[in-house]
């Protein structure tokens, strides 16, 4: 199997590298090979891929409210053109989306076919790249939407959290937030398998025994591991289980403060509901995903070292 991976050195990307590396030859591209801003449905056609995996994104949350052009050129411009090479060549594409394609007013987790309506211009070049794949005739594809992601490599809540925590004597956290934190690994892992399912239909017919889908795999789906939680409630226990492991903390345990969202205003509106509903994942794809605690206490015991 012959699998070109964008965005490599990202999050995401970082550990797709070492997931998707056994399933056949991979091609791993960083900005610098595969930048979405430039064209790509030559360097695309040149590799001739049999599954494309995109996770390289325009990610700048707050920025984007100021530069919705290039938002849009790299989370739904450059998608549309790896859509159409995959359909070119017959390829799956596999594409990470987000709970901010939402306006996070229900009272319950979203479901996969639940309205969409963006906050952000985040959001709407985010859900503007998934109707692009889904508007290239004969593009099979998968696209993930997920939620807090968080990974040992790069720049996230996770990292900022411990890194006040070791600095300072109290902190103040949102509270009225509903989310599911995801690790990247996580993400990785089970795109990995999801590939191999897909393959072995294509290679054995919608009705084989292991693939419980079928015909009806390909499609999106919301990847979130099981559980839910406060930004702050997240913040807690990855605290705790950071002094658990005898990392350096200064902050007490009753010294982190839940607020409203409203205490920290951003030119970007959030999602007060960011839970996604993962049950269609689940009952396809044969899975049962962890609770979110599982990942986190790996995070932290990876840095502890």
């Not at 300072?168 to 996580?186: I, W």
């Given at each position: ?65 100021s530069e919705p052009e290039r938002a ?190 409203s205490t920290f205003p951003a030119p ?38």
């Open positions: 199997m012959k699998i070109l991976l964008f965005g490599a050195n990202g999050q995401v990307g970082w550990e797709l590298q070492r997931a998707l590396a056994p399933l056949g030859r991979l091609t791993a591209l960083g900005h610098a090979e595969g930048n979405l801003e430039e064209p790509l449905r030559g360097l695309i056609a040149g590799e001739r891929p049999q599954v494309i995996v995109n996770a390289a994104a325009y990610t700048a949350v707050d920025k984007a409210e849009l050129r790299v989370n739904a411009g450059a998608v549309g053109e790896m859509a159409l090479a995959a359909a070119e060549l017959g390829a799956l594409l596999v594409h990470y989306s987000t709970d901010y394609v939402f306006d996070g007013e229900k009272s319950t987790p979203y479901e996969v076919d639940d309205a969409t309506a963006p906050l952000s211009v985040y959001g709407a070049s985010k859900l503007a790249g998934e109707q692009a794949i889904r508007a290239a005739a004969g593009c099979r594809h998968l696209i993930f939407r997920t939620s807090w992601v968080y990974a040992v490599r790069g720049k996230n809540f996770a990292h900022t959290i411990l890194q006040r925590a070791r600095t300072m004597d109290q902190l103040k956290v949102v509270a009225d937030t509903l989310g599911v934190p995801t690790s990247a690994e996580l993400l990785a892992d089970v795109t990995a398998l999801a590939i191999q399912r897909l393959a072995f239909a294509q290679q054995h017919g919608a009705g084989a025994a292991a693939t419980p889908g079928g015909d009806q795999l390909p499609g999106t789906y919301h990847l979130v591991p099981s559980g839910e939680t406060t930004w702050h409630g997240y913040a807690s226990f990855l605290i705790e289980a950071a002094r658990a492991r005898g990392l350096p903390i200064k902050v007490a345990a009753g010294a982190i403060a839940p607020v409203p969202a970007a509106r959030r999602p007060l509901n960011s839970r996604l509903d993962k049950r269609l994942l689940e009952q396809r794809f044969g899975l049962q995903l962890p609770d979110w605690r599982v990942h986190v206490r790996r995070f932290v015991a990876e840095i502890a070292g």
